[in-house]
């Protein structure tokens, strides 16, 4: 007779050792072996929370959910001495005793409860599996239908009422009992399990008129809505998951796993401009075990809606993509960081160069459901932070300036082209981005090129045009495998830098400031993170959807670990914008990250860029005092001439924060 949680049995010999998913201070999954979580976390845990029965209690349920009864049976029992929720604490110590097969005394202590507090539903339930637990079936059976009928809605109650129905009588039986619970006074969950049996058996619109019926009068209540849009969806009635859960389903009180089901929905129902925002809605909710999911999720709308936004006309034409210009004419971290013009060699008036994407030659969105090309995303990624960083490199290693122009589709995301640039086609993209919407300076160069992925070779190949000339003015190359693709960057900046030089375009002040890539193997991620970071600037700018940034704690995490990995000042910058775009963004996460950033200033050298920004970050954190006296504490510095390179433009940026 089933019911009571089993201890999970050891690993067998030579198996891979068994862990145990856990969530850290701040939210984030973690995975421990169960050694490590029975002999260091949770020992740990229980120490800190002994004397605190809101903290202990759920330490107690998850180790119990994992089988470690034994360790925490004495935890329990200080939390019955404890705790003012006598049930919560009693049913903790009861469910303990239970997995150790101790049903005599859980008994005892169930009864008890009962006689001084009146019996509850989960009391009586638990109580049942003790009775069950010395043998007495038909008492158990009695006492478990009184705890059903004191409370209908209890899962694990219900779902073993249930199961001995089946047990006895079959599926007539089982149907049978979750009607008799549906009888009870506010019952709504033998409902819930009786329109999937509905499904189960085949009853399709019986099962869409329970759940419907359900979503009106109790939509709240827990599983609801997940259960009826995943248990429609697998039947393929994704009209009807739309229909229930679209104007109802809010993430501030609904499971958001009801998010995904009911973007997958409208995605399979060609209602894509509303699986979109629904997939936005779960993305800004930045949960670490749901991202991978958002992510396969809105790369399928995205695709969906690039392909419908090609799809013929009504008379058969083919479709002009709708593609937009943006232009970035200061590194990707400025204005999040304040427009820190002391960081920069080039006052903003000198010659101009234009850097464009690489493009990707043969690259073609996948259909949905298309297997993706290894490193492929990697690789396009790289054809937009590459020269992301040659624009930085411009701006911040010469006496020249350098505008990023990005290509966008409306509803979309970042444009991969898959052809390599001509003459003909820079001429257009130059006169656009001089007379068109995002109209800008003349430049003087233009930094184009293209991306190869031969197995695991990244192959880079760039090239300088003078705008109206027929052949470039000078070209690189250079090939190397994607594991080491941070020291390509820095080897073909440096020659780009070199090439510019010899053009008479820029000249490349004697002193070095900030590095346009971070070196060594840093580099390579630090190039996707700074994609990241470039599509997140854009969703903030409104050029891109945020429905589109998914995942800001795990990028913040990545950009947070190339920072101190590296010690690279950019790097660091480039958590910094990126941790200020979160805060732009509202991102639930990014309170999360204000000790690490604090943490990175303070370890800065005296003097340096980071630790310049000092005032900037204590107030983006809102440490405001703090930062206030960074602020003086800044000034006191220009004024005594302690540093030169606390000039003007530093003195007018601290005025302006």
Sequence with gaps: MGGADEPAAAPAGG???????????????????????????????????????????????????????????????????????????????AVALLQLKRHAEAEVELLAYVEAHGPTGAVLTNLAKAVAGRGDIDDARATLRRAIALDPNQDNGLSWFAALASEHDGAAGRRQALVWAATQEGAWRPQLLLAVTDAADERLDDAVAGFRALVARVADRPDVLLTATGTLGKLGRFDEVVELAFAVWDPSRHDPRVGLNLAEACLRTGRLDEAARTIGRVARLD????????????????????????????????????????????PLWWSLLGEPGWLTSSAGAGP??????????????????????????????????????????????????????????????????????????????????????????????????????????????????????????????????????????????????????????ARRPDTVGLLPVVPGIAGREHLIGTDRLLQLRLATDGVLSMDRQWGIRDMLTHQHAVATRSGAPLAVLGFLGALAAAHRAGAPAAPEFADRAVALVDAAPDGGPVAMLTPWVLRLVDQRDAATAAVDQARAGIADGTDDARGPAYAAWLDRI
């Design 352 to 505: 101009r160069a234009l850097v464009l994407p690489l493009a990707v030659p043969g690259h073609r969105t996948p259909a949905p459901g298309t297997p993706r090309v290894a490193g492929l995303d990697e690789l396009t990624s790289i054809s937009r932070a590459l020269p992301a960083a040659v624009a930085d490199a411009i701006r911040l290693e010469t006496d020249a300036d350098a505008d990023l122009a990005l290509f966008t589709m409306p509803g979309g995301g970042p444009v991969v082209f898959g052809e390599a640039p001509t003459a003909a086609s820079l001429e257009g993209i130059v006169r656009i981005a001089t007379d068109g919407p995002a109209a800008g300076a003349v430049p003087v160069v233009v930094v184009a090129g293209t991306a190869v992925l031969d197995k695991d070779l990244v192959q880079i190949s760039i090239t300088l045009w003078r705008p109206g000339g027929a052949t470039p003015l000078a070209e690189v190359q250079r090939a190397t495998p994607l594991d080491a693709v941070g020291e390509l960057a820095a080897a073909a900046i440096d020659e780009i830098l070199d090439r510019v030089g010899d053009a008479g375009i």
């Design 15 to 93: 198996a891979p050792e068994a862990t145990i998913d856990v969530v850290d201070q701040h939210g984030r999954p973690a995975r421990v072996t169960r050694v490590a979580y029975a002999t260091e976390v949770l020992p740990a845990q229980l120490a800190a929370r002994r004397d605190e029965p809101d903290a202990l209690a759920p330490v107690l349920a998850a180790a119990l959910r994992n089988g470690f009864a034994a360790e925490v049976l004495d935890a329990a029992a200080h939390l019955v001495a404890i705790d003012p929720q006598a049930e919560r604490s009693t049913l903790l110590h």
């Design 287 to 330: 949960r670490p075990a749901l991202n991978p999911a958002v992510a396969r999720i809105a790369t399928r709308v995205a695709s969906a809606r690039t392909a419908a936004a090609r799809a013929p006309g009504p008379d058969g034409t083919p479709a002009r993509p709708r593609i937009a210009m943006t232009r970035v004419a200061e």
